[in-house]
């Protein structure tokens, strides 16, 4: 599985993006996917993810603000980021699993194999 992130770019605080991730591959619809980001000199962290089902997962610091989906006709995952905050800012990595998580497993990192080149949002006034 390849996947190509896109959709990032510099947003005002309080701002809206919407990222996209877009994975090459027949075997989309069975892997779990999620939503992970780095911060400038911080380890590198959970953000959302989505199972093969549809159930989601979500950071404490995103819950009710992000929202994470997918379609698998297109191959393709979804970061909607609404409310954003300058702590919002980091490169943002999706990932993809060869398993089908189920839902508590999907905030594990261990659990992905492949990954996307990352894209970075910046929220600056």
């Known amino acids: 599985v390849q996947l190509q992130a896109f959709g990032g770019g510099l947003v005002q605080p309080g701002g809206s993006l919407r990222l996209s991730c877009a994975a090459s591959g027949s075997i989309f619809s069975r892997n779990a996917m999620a939503w992970f980001r780095q911060a400038p000199g911080k380890q590198r962290d959970f953000v959302a993810g989505?199972?093969?089902?549809?159930?989601?997962n979500y950071a404490d610091s995103v819950k009710g603000r992000f929202t994470i989906s997918r379609d698998n006709a297109k191959n393709t995952v979804y970061l909607q980021m609404n409310s954003l905050k300058p702590e919002d800012t980091a490169v943002y990595y999706c990932?993809?699993?060869?398993?089908?998580?189920?839902?508590?497993?999907?905030?594990?990192?261990?659990?992905?194999?492949?990954w996307g080149q990352g894209t970075l949002v910046t929220v600056s006034s």
């Open positions: 990932a993809a699993s060869p398993l089908g998580l189920i839902t508590s497993e999907l905030r594990r990192e261990k659990n992905y194999d492949y």
């Open positions: 989505i199972a093969t089902g549809g159930s989601t």
